[in-house]
């Protein structure tokens, strides 16, 4: 739990506040906007809530935050804040919150269907988020973008049963028992909605996944930048290699969608003709 004798000080008075475990992952700052800003390299509240809506988004980041950096004054009751979560993104595609702080606070997805549901990057197992997949149909399949996002992969899977996916070229000690290893760097089609993009650049075994050729899951491939506005790549957190990644890139200008889903950076919802130029941009910008 947040600590309010860590309080920091750039946060203004009040009921929230972030204290100084902040690790600087930006989450509530994309989920709360009005709320959180950033300064120093660590999130503080620039200003409190103002309505029931606003404190409602400042206790879902405050859940999702994966240090547990986030605090308040008051008591909330919270079983609201849990039965809102995951937070619907569009149509039937959720974000779980529950950030893991083994991922570095990486955002997880749910895609609910009546084929079985997709977990996308883990969260944290935590008992109110197990609770609410469970009545949102259980999770057959949990997909893996990448080593660096596996967090409690383990316990998700021994919970529900759920099938792992991951890319071979990720496979470490930790995740030697995931049940489906992807090989090469051909798309692999999972069903008639789902395509598997490998993606290597950011890791070797870096994978994309496409779904109803409209949402793109990128892991850490992706992700849109609010301040410049446009698409990026992670130059400074490319662990692999960053000509492998334009590459991989390049391919994406193949395949139609029209949103992207990142673990990390923020996320970005475009007509597909405007979201392949921006992914072009990206290509001839990763060039320099």
């Known amino acids: 739990m947040a600590s309010f004798k860590k309080r920091l000080?750039?946060?203004?008075?009040?009921?929230?506040?972030?204290?100084?475990t902040c690790i600087d992952c930006d989450t509530c700052r994309w989920m709360a906007p009005e709320i959180f800003s950033d300064k120093d390299g660590q999130s503080y509240v620039h200003r409190q809530p103002a309505s029931p809506e606003e404190t409602l988004r400042a206790l879902k980041a405050l859940v999702a935050c994966p240090t547990a950096s986030i605090g308040t004054v008051e008591r909330h009751e919270m079983k609201p804040v849990f039965e809102a979560l995951p937070d619907r993104v569009a149509e039937n595609v959720y974000h779980c919150a529950f950030h893991?702080?083994?991922?570095?606070?990486?955002?997880?997805?749910?895609?609910?269907?009546?084929?079985?549901?997709?977990?996308?990057?883990?969260p944290r197992f935590a008992a109110p988020l197990v609770k609410r997949l469970e009545v949102l149909g259980s999770v057959r399949t949990l997909f893996l973008t990448?080593?660096?996002?596996?967090?409690?992969?383990?316990?998700?899977h021994d919970h529900f049963g759920s099938e792992r996916i991951l890319h071979a070229d990720d496979v470490r000690a930790s995740t030697q028992g995931i049940e489906r290893k992807l090989e090469g760097r051909a798309p692999v089609v999972f069903d008639d909605e789902i395509l598997l993009i490998?993606?290597?650049?950011?890791?070797?075994?870096?994978?994309?996944?496409l779904y109803?050729?409209?949402f793109l899951f990128t892991g850490d491939h992706l992700a849109w930048d609010d301040e410049e506005n446009h698409l990026e790549a992670?130059?400074?957190?490319?662990?692999?290699d960053w000509d492998a990644q334009r590459e991989s890139m390049k391919r994406l200008l193949d395949y139609r969608f029209e949103w992207v889903l990142p673990g990390h950076g923020?996320?970005?919802?475009?007509?597909?003709?405007?979201?392949?130029?921006?992914?072009?941009?990206?290509?001839?910008?990763?060039?320099?």
């Open 212 to 214: 109803r050729e409209k």
């Open 146 to 156: 990448h080593g660096d996002d596996v967090a409690d992969h383990e316990k998700f």
């Open 9 to 20: 000080a750039t946060n203004v008075p009040g009921d929230f506040y972030v204290d100084d």
């Open 100 to 122: 893991s702080e083994n991922s570095f606070g990486a955002a997880p997805y749910l895609i609910v269907r009546p084929e079985g549901n997709i977990l996308i990057d883990s």
């Open 266 to 288: 923020r996320r970005v919802h475009l007509p597909a003709d405007r979201m392949r130029e921006e992914v072009r941009r990206c290509v001839d910008w990763m060039a320099y």
């Open 234 to 240: 992670f130059r400074n957190a490319c662990w692999y």
């Open 198 to 209: 490998p993606t290597p650049g950011h890791t070797k075994g870096s994978v994309c996944l």
